[in-house]
């Protein structure tokens, strides 16, 4: 290709990325509707029919389900961003703030299904918890025979979700904060008589949540539909209705597949229900918030609103981190009777067992999530060079785009993708997977690097430009090296949500492509707390190193450079 032809291209880079990301959730989409209104060639179903609607209504479950989805995916949503803004209210601007920014990326990088298998070793009934009480606080010499992990209410599932969407609405509320002067317009407040909290509330609360409306929406959805978390926190009987889809999805009997299409297809109804709830409880919140304002309340009670705030931050990080740690514990653990609060003694019978069967696994998930994250990470940059190239300035549109993949649920698309492939014949290769994590670690990179790219100083690329830089070398001997540390954030991020990956890696791997996520999951329905212990570890510590990666790389690159390192 000539030189000359390559700015022509540039342009189209936003375009082709668009049809990458929104193209299989289309397709999914067409996939699902066909056989939840009875029409599957492959099964022999030529007629459109509302067989598998009538047949879903009569599920005796699905009133149960439906509402256990909406209640626990409104819930923890709700707890997630209550926890996240009054840490931030309280917080942001302190050296304790600076800590809590320290723990996000271990947060981050500990995979959701992960920390659902540790958080149901710590608080079951002969978890880590109760051990630690037993039997000098609460009597007990045997596990209590209470209902925690699996509860019809789906509390555990509430508290699995929120504890691992707080890290992530808290980025993301840290990314707007940068844009708006949240110091200034808190301590002008509090030259008014305002107590910290509630003038942060009053004047930055109403600027940041526009700009994490959409992270909210996607959170809301996620955990609507989430199926890996569902399954090992969640109860059974009924489920919700994404883990009945997923078990009529891999029911024997092929003409549950029909009812599992019109499963999705509502389960996409009720995203949509609770966005729109959602929506208007925005604008309630909105009008209520207005006369607060109006009405001028100084709120000055900042010691228990601090106080509180330190103890949610410390109750949401301590319960993944000690999670994660459970996790190792049980991994190396010999004998271990209740209620001894430590094990016995510490043995690698556990890892030398699965060690062969262990490195296959990791081996795969690695390959899939650094393709899925390289291929992600070019489109991306190609992206945002055409941005600054060409003056292209994407709106509020673009970023609704970018939003799609995470805001329509998985079990609605990703069914129908599986349906499509599977016609095909595409569906089971690995590159039907890594195909399908690009589509869910595309968004999180562009999220993660849009920003640094935008805020590179222009002034850099001028004086490269006089001294007779083009366009290529300046992107590639300046403005890349620059911005090395936070490329490397964003892929680390990327690597960490395909790692996590579960429903796409099983659908389109129709179960011949294991990772370590799908076969965490399925050990969570074993008894063995030590191989569950093997594999959830060593799924964290994998997307875990991609971080240290990103910092450490940055650190000796640029070792002799003050400014970079």
Sequence with gaps: MRPGRRPRLLPLAPLFTLVVLLGPVAAGLIGVLAPAFGYYPALGATELSLAPVRSLLAWPGLGGAVRLSAVTALASTALALGVTLLICAAWHGT??????ERLLSPLLSVPHA???????????????????????ATGWDLPPDVLIVGDPAGLALIAGLAAKEIPFLLLMTLAALSQIPARRSVLLAQTQGYGRVTAWVKTVFPRVYPQIRLPIYAVLAFSASVVDVAVILGPSTPPPLSVQILRWLNDPDLSMRFEAGAGAVLQFGIVLSLLALWRCGELALARAGTAWIARGARGRADAAWRGLAALAAGLSAGAVLLAVAGLAVWSFAGFWSFPDALPAGLTLRSWEGQ?????????????????????SLLLVLACLEAEYRHGL????????LLYIPLIVPQTTFVTGLQTLAIGTGLAGPTGSVIAAHVVFVLPYVFLSLGDPFRAWDPRYGLAAATLGAGPDRLLWQVRLPMLL???????????????????????LGLGRVPTLTTEAVALSSGGDRRLIGVYAITQTAVPLLGFAAAIALPAVAFRNRKGLA
């Design 95 to 100: 050296r304790a703030f600076g800590a809590i």
């Design 114 to 136: 992960a920390a659902a298998l540790g958080l149901a070793f710590l608080i079951s009934p002969s978890g880590w918890i109760i051990r630690a009480l037993s039997p000098w």
């Design 355 to 375: 060690l062969p069967g262990l490195a296959e696994l990791t081996g795969t998930t690695i390959l899939i999530a650094a393709v899925a994250t390289i291929i």
């Design 393 to 400: 300035r994407p709106g509020t549109r673009a970023l609704w």
């Design 485 to 507: 540390r936070p490329i490397l954030t964003a892929a680390a991020v990327g690597f960490a949500v395909s790692v996590g990956q579960y429903l796409p890696t099983l659908l």
